[in-house]
Nanobody, 114 residues
């Protein structure tokens, strides 16, 4: 069973930046398409950025141009660099593979103050 651990969240002012990390146990990480998801209180969990096993990326319109997803398969780690953060980016952020999800990690909270 793959275990996921997100980190790097925090409290930041609008316009600020954060870099999230997702560490995955197990050697199958590199063969999977991965994504960053976020969930605000009372809302469903949404995919905000995706990266294929080969490195191709895709973004939700709301974060395009501000967020960058990347991965280092040698470290079984995925990243989400977030710039120009907005209050509406406030949410718990989670990583997982696309398709059939592994067990969800604890997530990391991002809070953007106006």
């Amino acid at each position: 069973q793959v275990r996921l651990m997100e980190s790097g969240g925090g409290l930041v002012q609008a316009g600020g930046s954060l870099r999230l990390s997702c560490a995955a146990s197990g050697s199958i990480f590199e063969r999977n398409h991965m994504g960053w998801f976020r969930q605000a209180p009372g809302k469903k969990r949404d995919l905000v950025a995706a990266i294929a096993s080969g490195g191709q990326t895709n973004y939700a319109e709301s974060v395009k141009g501000r967020f960058t997803i990347s991965r280092d398969n040698t470290k079984n780690t995925m990243y989400l660099q977030m710039h120009n953060l907005k209050p509406e980016d406030t949410a718990g952020y989670y990583c997982n593979r696309l398709g059939v999800a592994w067990a969800w990690g604890q997530g990391t909270q991002v809070t953007v103050s106006s």
